[in-house]
């Protein structure tokens, strides 16, 4: 069973509108990160959070992680072509090696 | 530098069959993990080393499933009598060892089982 639930499961989105992914857990995330995945490229490290309230962004992608470490919502700000692909929020939920527990991704289509 | 790669990218196999996985982490890594990908789902952990151990391997879904890491670098995950079930990408991802350390990831090797 997936222990981190993401939303919307796919999402079309005119090039230089915004958008939204959701990642959310019902465990306390210890460590939660973005990855992006393009066909035959494996994944793709975007950010990590830790703290609880924490927020981090890289040129036009900003992810953050609520107070309760327990969901992290990742916004892109006006997508690019660029942007597309399969978002996925892979979390510690406190598993021996810091083994990652993954969503099933957000798949990313950006339309000129 | 280079990152974490994985040979071969793809792998077309009869059911039955035994086939070879490689992982070569990212040089000093000493943690390295296997992951699975079906269709449409998230990456699943399989096992993950500390070194040349097998720290946790409880994610093997059974005793066809095998990997190991001898010198405590590349890494071989092993299928045995391959069931069409086991088609799926096969991610290596290794990470530098410390607290919280980012996991890089491969860019998988695609298993078909016909």
């Known amino acids: 069973s997936q222990e981190l639930e993401q939303s919307p499961q796919s999402l079309i989105v005119q090039e230089g509108k915004n958008l939204t992914i959701n990642c959310t857990s019902s465990k306390t995330l210890y460590g939660l990160y973005w990855y992006k995945q393009k066909y035959g490229e494996g994944l793709i490290f975007l950010m990590m959070?830790?703290?609880?309230?924490e927020e981090k962004s890289h040129e036009k992608i900003t992810a953050k992680l609520d107070e309760k470490k327990q969901q992290s919502s990742l916004h892109i700000t006006a997508s690019q072509p660029s942007h597309a692909g399969i978002y996925l929020c892979g979390a510690d939920l406190g598993n021996s090696g810091y083994a990652l527990n993954f969503g099933k991704g957000t798949s990313l289509l950006v339309t000129p | 530098g280079a990152g974490v790669s994985q040979t071969p990218s793809n792998k077309v196999t009869e059911k039955g069959k035994y086939v070879e996985l490689r992982c070569d982490p990212i040089s000093g890594h000493t943690a390295l993990y296997w992951y699975r990908q079906s269709l449409g789902q998230g990456p699943e952990f399989l096992i993950y080393f500390q070194g040349t151990g097998a720290a946790d391997d409880s994610g093997l879904p059974n005793d066809r499933f095998f990997a190991v890491r001898p010198e405590g670098s590349v890494s071989t995950l092993k299928i045995q009598r391959t069931e069409r079930g086991d088609s799926a990408v096969y991610l290596c991802?290794?990470?530098?060892?410390?607290?919280?350390?980012?996991?890089?990831f491969g860019p998988g090797t695609r298993l078909t089982v016909l």
């Open positions: 959070l830790q703290k609880g309230g």
């Open positions: 991802a290794s990470r530098e060892g410390g607290d919280q350390d980012t996991q890089y």
